[in-house]
Each structure stands twice: as C-alpha cells, then as structure tokens.
C-alpha cells in the first residue's frame, strides 16, 4: 500500500486511459477484494461476482473485443441499454467532459477520426494488464446495481491506495457474449461492466487530464 | 476530519443503527459533498441530487414517516419494488445476517414482536439528527443507480473519516410521495433510498455489531 489517506485518495484517483506494461499479481488483486467486500450491501447479499483476466487470456479476449467492436463492428448487446434521456443540465456535464478531454488531448472538435481513433482504445481495456469485469445474478436488477455502485466505489479507492489505477467501463459491457466465453459464466448471472486496472503510465498525457465537476448546489441540499 | 487512513476507515465502517442526539453542521454536509463529488461517474453525468432534511423539518418528517409505516400500515411505493429473486447461495447470506444481528441484540429468533420492534426503528431513521434522499433523472435508470452507489460508497467511507456514521436504508424508499413534500421535488427526480446519518452512540448495542462477508472465492475469480 503506497498512499492510506482516503482524502489524498479521493483527489488523486482519476478514471485512467493509459497502462504501463506491469502485471497485477493475484495477491494484489484477492487483498483488493478482501478489503473491498466490507463495503456495504442489501441485507449483506453481497449480490455482485467479479472476474479478473489477466495475462496471456486477457490478451485474447482483448483482441476478441476490440476485433468485434472496431473491425466486425457487431451490435452491442449491453444487458442494460445506454441512456439517452438525460435531461439537458447533465447532458450539458457529459458534452463538457468530452470537450475538455479532446481539447486536453489537443484533438480538434471537429477531428472526427482523431476523436474515433482515441475512443476506440476503449475497446483494448486501454491495454491496462487487468480487465475485470462484474456480474450480478439474473433475476436481480436496480437494487443489486446500487450495491454493486458501492462495491465499485470502494474498489476504485482500494486500488488507488494499492498504487494501482482504474477505469470503469460502460464500453466493456456491449458483448457479454464474449466476456462470457472467458469467465465461463452461464446464464445464471449477467454481466453488467468492465473496469481497466493496472499501473498509471505517469508520460500518458491522458493520465493528465482532470475532470470538472459539478457545482455543489447542483448536487445537494439541506433543509 | 478524525481518522484519514483509508484500510482503517473501511474496517471501522458499519451500518450503524443508533446515533447521538448531536447535530451535523451544514458545513459538515458540505465538506462531504465536496469530496465524495470526485466519484466518477458515467461520462461525468454526476445524475444525482442528494437532500439532506435537518433539524425540526427531520423531525415532521420522521414522525410522517414513521405513522405511515407503522401505525397507518401504507402500502409501499417504493421507485424499485424490493428484489426477491435471489438465489439461494445469497439468500443464505441474508438471513445469516438477520440471524446474526438478532441473536447479538439478545432477541430470540422466535421473538416475532421483538424483532418487529428492532425493525421498526429504520422508519425513524434510527433518529440520526440527519436524513439523507438520494434522487435521479426520473428518465434514467440503471446506469445511474450504478453511480449513485458509486457515489453512496464514497459517502459512507468520507463520512467514517469525518467521524460520521451512516446506514443507508432501502426501508426509507418505501414512500417517495411523503419525502417529496419536504425535499420539494416535482416529478422530474424520482427517490432512490435514503440515509441515516450523524454520530454513533457508541454505548447501544446496535453498534457493536459486525456483519460476516462472503468467503473470497464467491465473490471473485481471478482468469
């Protein structure tokens, strides 16, 4: 563990588009999960299943994914559709994300295949030696992904104090299909999204960008 | 803030069911938003509201709450109908809690009033001095429960180092039409669950229990 105060934590972990090239060890990963899983759940159900694929198998899938979505271009088949009505203050948020990223990234607005082509590193788990991926059981739904959120939560700031980074993935979960043929799961539980986890390339000018976020008054409020 | 050291925090967590008559500060409320705001979230939608009621309004509140609950018996309106369909490995879990957290009260497991009576006391949130609700775009779904709990696993660990305590309560979801007349909220936000939070009692008994997790190997698999 490199780094314990959450607060120091918290401000340095950032969702992390480049990997160096360093393998997690499963004792990296089984302490992850062993703190991790203290994390609060409904009733204590602890409902949730996360597969690591690391190696030579993560090297496979990789290609099998990146393969399916860039090449084949196959429809996704996310078990949860994308969202599209957010109401225009979050869209307002999400637009902002994207703008700030190409411009730290110095692609133009109007680049349409630099922004494609730096999108597409989504697909290859951003090559991070680690792509892990979540499931919850089939019958289960909206409470089971709220504690899989808490889960989540936990897992990015562990790993962060473990001096490893991360990146959760929406683009991961578009071919459960695939990631089914690794993990060796049947139709008992659904696979929900995918996280790139490893070491933080520290050059990446990626690892350098850092979002906005919301004023507090969007947020919250007391009464 | 009292204790920064992230392992410490996550092993001093619980969801605690009894709380000081000690009231939070606004500041406090937002020192904790300001921090836990640097979860991700998908494309940065922070697609959340978070009401804190405070002070008289979450006594009117409580004692709404806690009549409609108890005494009045409404039927639940909760967004999400509570999920039944869990496996038997992980119903198992479930009721080894209740199991667990009953025989530590000393109430027998026959005792059906008396666990009644323990029950009762999530509608009253466990008369924490603060009630957190946690809202998103009514147009949205699952993709923002996932960020709302990442979200709500940052709140509760930050609240922990802040010297906070926290049980967040599915049992507060049951009547979002009652929370909405305090929180003021049209139809445009719909009510997730809310949120005991303030300062443990650390003499009730409540607080000394520890809830059991899952082996390693049910919940993780390294590939």
Redesign the interface.
């Known amino acids: 563990?490199t780094n314990?105060?959450?607060?120091?934590?918290?401000?340095n972990?950032?969702?992390t588009r480049a990997f160096l090239n360093k393998e997690v060890s499963?004792g990296q990963?089984?302490q992850l999960?062993?703190?991790?899983?203290?994390?609060?759940s409904?009733?204590?159900?602890?409902?949730?299943?996360?597969?690591?694929?690391?190696g030579a198998?993560k090297q496979e899938l990789v290609e099998e994914f990146y393969q399916a979505a860039v090449v084949d271009k196959l429809e996704p088949q996310p078990v949860?559709a994308?969202?599209k009505?957010?109401?225009s203050f979050?869209k307002k948020?999400?637009f902002?994300?994207?703008m700030d990223l190409y411009s730290h990234m110095g692609i133009d607005r109007k680049d349409k295949l630099g922004r494609e082509d730096h999108f597409k590193k989504n697909f290859r788990g951003f090559d991070a030696p680690v792509m892990a991926f979540f499931y919850i059981?089939a019958?289960?739904?909206?409470?089971?992904?709220?504690?899989?959120?808490?889960?989540?939560?936990?897992i990015?700031?562990?790993a962060e104090?473990m001096g490893l980074a991360t990146c959760?993935q929406?683009s991961l979960a578009i071919y459960p299909q695939i990631v089914a043929k690794?993990?060796k799961q049947n139709e008992?539980m659904k696979m929900?999204?995918g996280m790139a986890l490893g070491y933080a390339d520290p050059q990446d000018k990626n690892n350098s960008f850092r979002?906005?976020?919301?004023p507090?008054e969007?947020?919250?409020?007391?009464?």
Request: aromatic fraction near 10%; include cysteine; charged fraction near 20%.
């Open positions: 563990m314990q105060d959450i607060l120091q934590i918290i401000e972990r950032k969702s499963v990963l089984e999960m062993r703190v991790t899983t203290r994390a609060p409904w009733k204590n159900a602890q409902s949730y299943k996360v597969y690591f694929i690391t198998k949860y994308y969202e009505n957010h109401p979050i948020r999400m902002a994300l994207g059981p019958p289960l739904g909206e409470w089971s992904l709220l504690d899989l959120g808490i889960l989540l939560g936990h990015c700031l562990v104090s959760a929406a690794y993990t008992s929900i999204l979002s906005e976020r919301a507090l969007e947020v919250m409020e007391v009464i």
